[in-house]
C-alpha cells in the first residue's frame, strides 16, 4: 500500500531523521513543512494518509495543527512527536483529536510501527465509508490465543462494527481503535506472557526472543486473551480480559504526569484514558472495561 507521510518539523536534524526513518517504509513518500501555514498549504494541494508534526514549533504549534485538521481534514490522522516540556500541550492535542504521540526519545523504536499501525486503521475507515450498512445492534465476542498476529484483524473487525452502527464519526473511530489495540496489546504482552515496556524499549532483541519462548512455554502458553464488544449507537462497551496474575490498580500511574508522559510503559494508558470516555479495571487487574459514548449520549450527559 502506498501512502504519502507529511512531516511539519521546524528542526532541520529532527525532519533528516524522521526522513530516514519514514523513507525506508516500502511505497511511503514523505513531504515536508517547517511550520503549520507551509502544512495547510501543501494540505491543500495534495492530501497526504498521515500527519507527523512536532509539538512545539514558533507561532503556531502541533496543537494548533491538530485543531485545523479534525475540523477540515478528519480522515487525515495526526501522530505528534513529543519532547521534554511538552507534556500538557501533548495531553491537550491527544483530546482534540491526535490519533497517537511517540517520543521524541524513542523515535528509532517506535515512529516506524506508530506510522504503520495509523495508516492501516486509516485505510480501513476510508475503505468503509462506502460499505455502511444498517447494523443498530452488534455483540461479538472473541478468545485469542498469545499470536501478536491476530490483533491488527480483529481490531479492523471491531473497527467496521464501530462505523457500521454508527457509534463514532470518522476521525473518533481511529482513535477508539487505536485505544482498543493498546488495550489488547497490554492483556497479551504484558498479562498473559508478563512482558514488560523496559525491556522491549532497552533490549528489543531480548524482549522478541523471550516473547517467542514464552509463547510455547508453560503456564504462559495455555492462557488466553477475551474480548467482548457491546455496540450501539449510542454507547460501545469493550472488555478485554486476560488470564495472567494481573495487578493492583490502585498503583496505575497518572499517565498524564509530566514525568510520565515520556515513560514508554505509560503510552498505552495515557492512549486508552485520552480516547475513551470510561475506563475501569477490575480488583484484580485482569480485567478493563473501556466505554465510548456515542454523540446522543454526550448531549445528555452534558
Known amino acids: 500500500m502506498s501512502a504519502k507521510v507529511l512531516v511539519v518539523d521546524d528542526s532541520p536534524m529532527d525532519r533528516r531523521a524522521v526522513a530516514a526513518l519514514l523513507e525506508a517504509m516500502p511505497g511511503v513518500t514523505v513531504d515536508f513543512a517547517t511550520n503549520v501555514d507551509e502544512a495547510q498549504t501543501l494540505l491543500a494541494a495534495n492530501p497526504p494518509q498521515v500527519v507527523v508534526t ?64 495509523v495508516l492501516a486503521v486509516a485505510h480501513e475507515e476510508r475503505s468503509h465509508m462506502r460499505l455502511m450498512g444498517s447494523m443498530t445492534r452488534s455483540h461479538s465476542e472473541f478468545t485469542l490465543e498469545n499470536d501478536p498476529a491476530m490483533i491488527p484483524p480483529l481490531i479492523n473487525f471491531l473497527h467496521r462494527s464501530i462505523r457500521t452502527v454508527g457509534l463514532c464519526d470518522e476521525s473518533e473511530g481511529i482513535r477508539v481503535c487505536v485505544a482498543l489495540e493498546e488495550a489488547v496489546n497490554n492483556a497479551l504482552f504484558h498479562g498473559n506472557l508478563e512482558l514488560d515496556s523496559e525491556t522491549r524499549e532497552h533490549d528489543p532483541v531480548a524482549y522478541r526472543d523471550l516473547l517467542e519462548s514464552r509463547r510455547t512455554a508453560d503456564p504462559y502458553a495455555s492462557r488466553r486473551v477475551y474480548i467482548e464488544a457491546r455496540l450501539t449507537r449510542e454507547r460501545g462497551v469493550f472488555v478485554v480480559r486476560d488470564e495472567g496474575p494481573g495487578f493492583d490498580p490502585a498503583t496505575l500511574p497518572n499517565p498524564t504526569e509530566p514525568q510520565q508522559i515520556e515513560r514508554a510503559s505509560g503510552r498505552g494508558l495515557l492512549l486508552i484514558r485520552t480516547f475513551m470516555d470510561a475506563v475501569h479495571y477490575n480488583e484484580t487487574g485482569n480485567v478493563v472495561t473501556l466505554e465510548k459514548h456515542g454523540p446522543a449520549t454526550k448531549r445528555e450527559q452534558a
Open 54 to 117: 512536532d509539538l512545539i514549533m514558533p507561532e503556531r504549534n502541533g496543537l494548533d495543527l491538530v485543531t485545523m485538521l479534525v475540523n477540515e481534514y478528519p480522515l487525515i490522522p495526526v501522530i505528534l512527536m513529543t519532547g521534554r516540556g511538552s507534556e500538557e500541550t501533548a495531553v491537550q492535542a491527544l483530546q482534540a483529536g491526535a490519533a497517537s504521540y511517540v517520543p521524541k526519545a524513542l523515535l528509532t523504536q517506535r515512529l516506524v510501527e506508530t506510522v504503520q499501525h
